[in-house]
């Protein structure tokens, strides 16, 4: 929703979009956790950017785990995994990575 300015690249509308999850993680002991994440938009116009103009239906599967190195410091890591076409052209593949210290008290 809105507009999206790209200089030097000419500003576009960003269509609106239903967004929609879900997932499911499994412990395994008290360190790792494993996690499975479906992630969808659906975009209300065919044309997402002036780069793809008919994208309208992005779906992406993400197997992760995630596992605790000492207490509170976490690393992370996924692979996003393009389901539908529309998806295939902009990305096949998306690798995520992440280190999260957890504050508590």
Sequence with gaps: MGTRTRSPAAAFDVPEAIKYRLGATLNVGK???????????????????????????????SP????????????????GISVTRHLWEIHQFRPLLGLTYEIGR
């Design 64 to 79: 992760g785990a995630r596992f605790e190195i000492i207490p509170r410091l976490v690393v992370e890591a996924a692979l």
């Design 31 to 61: 360190r790792f956790l494993f996690a499975i994440e479906v992630v969808g938009h659906s975009f209300f116009r065919p044309d997402i950017t002036p780069a793809w103009q008919d994208n309208q239906h992005l779906v992406e599967v």
